[in-house]
């Protein structure tokens, strides 16, 4: 059987699995994943050890989760670039309210939670440039912004 017969059969598979793996951004990008991977499978397939199909399946559940690992480590360490057409018109400086929200806001906080507000409000670092500098994994950090949340919104809720 020829690969156009097998893509076209084969589809239908990978956009099942994008679906069980819950992609829904860049779909087209990972379609082409889950066809390369059918590919690969296509022509690593060897009759005596089994059935295509399961073969197939596993290839291409595998490249698309590589797939997503790589991408969701590109955008954890992907920041803003800072380019003035992106910020054309916006003031660079905080008004003097904003300023003093902000430093209310990590008053109220303490311990890693407030690492976690300062580090990325006044030092300018991502969750992994956090993680880095306090020698913690990026799942940590997680933790402390989560905690910093529900701190702040446990404390202005009572405001209301």
Not at 80 to 102: H, K, M, N, S, W
Not at 108 to 136: C, T, Y
Request: negative net charge.
């Amino acid at each position: 059987m020829q690969f156009e017969q097998i893509a076209q059969q084969y589809n239908p598979m990978i956009h099942r699995i994008m679906n069980k793996l819950h992609i829904y951004k860049n779909k087209e990008d990972f379609h082409q994943v889950g066809m390369i991977a059918l590919w690969e499978a296509y022509t690593r397939f060897d009759e005596s050890k089994g059935e295509f199909a399961p073969f197939a399946y596993s290839t291409i559940q595998g490249r698309l989760k590589n797939a997503l690992t790589k991408d969701a480590a590109f955008s954890d360490g992907t920041v803003l670039t800072g380019e003035p057409a992106l910020f054309e018109g916006v003031d660079p400086e905080p008004t003097p309210e904003a300023a003093t929200l902000v430093h209310l806001c990590g008053d109220l906080l303490e311990g890693r939670a407030k690492d976690w507000f300062n580090d990325p409000i006044l030092g300018g670092l991502s969750n992994p440039d956090i993680a880095r500098k306090h020698g913690v994994t990026p799942a940590a950090v997680r933790k402390w912004q989560q905690a910093a949340e529900k701190k702040l919104h446990d404390e202005f809720g009572r405001m209301r």
